[in-house]
């Protein structure tokens, strides 16, 4: 699924109250957290949400979560994460694809948790130890856009990593 190369990619996580939202690089080598969006109680202005920002970004992917079960089934909220997806994929000019989300919201609230300094020496959101590292400024700016939108960057970041060798 490395359509559109050279274009950014949108991670989504889609939460009962909050989505989080998350953005590549044009590269599609890293991810950063950009926004939350509080759902409004009409499932179709929240798409529209999304779609104004994956037009604002001239995204050529969406990554949605997909919150299988630790087992790695398919539950309830893996169900309506599937259906919301396949909704957006109506709604939108891009490919939508889904990701296994386990436990991006316990790593992402570790990651917010710790001091920038230790961000940087684990290799920013990649997890990789790296010479250069990420500038305290980004890892205060995740702090200060939420929980909800770092797990998307986990989401999206892991999606990335995975796909390398497509895109």
């Known amino acids: 699924m490395g359509s ?3 274009t950014r ?4 996580d889609l939460g009962e109250r909050r989505i989080g939202v998350s953005v590549s690089d044009s590269q599609r080598v890293l991810a950063t957290p950009h926004s939350v969006i509080a759902r409004s109680g009409d499932m ?3 798409r529209q949400a ?21 087992a790695g089934d398919r ?5 309506a994460a599937a259906s919301e997806a ?5 709604e939108l ?16 609230d570790r990651l917010r948790r710790l001091p920038a300094e230790t961000v940087a020496s684990r290799g920013g959101w990649r997890g990789r130890s790296q010479a250069r590292p990420v500038r305290p400024s980004a890892a205060r700016r995740a702090r200060r856009v939420g929980i909800d939108a770092v797990a998307a960057t986990v989401l999206l970041q892991s999606w990335l990593d995975q796909n390398r060798d497509d895109s």
């Open 44 to 46: 179709s202005a929240d």
């Open 50 to 70: 999304i779609a104004a920002l994956v037009s604002q970004f001239d995204a050529g992917l969406v990554v949605v979560g997909l919150p299988l079960t630790l």
């Open 86 to 90: 396949s909704a957006l994929r109506a």
């Open 93 to 108: 000019d891009v490919p939508v694809v889904l990701h296994d989300e386990r436990l991006t919201t316990v790593e992402a």
């Open 9 to 12: 990619v949108v991670g989504i």
């Open 4 to 6: 559109s190369v050279g």
């Open 75 to 79: 539950g309830r909220a893996a169900s």
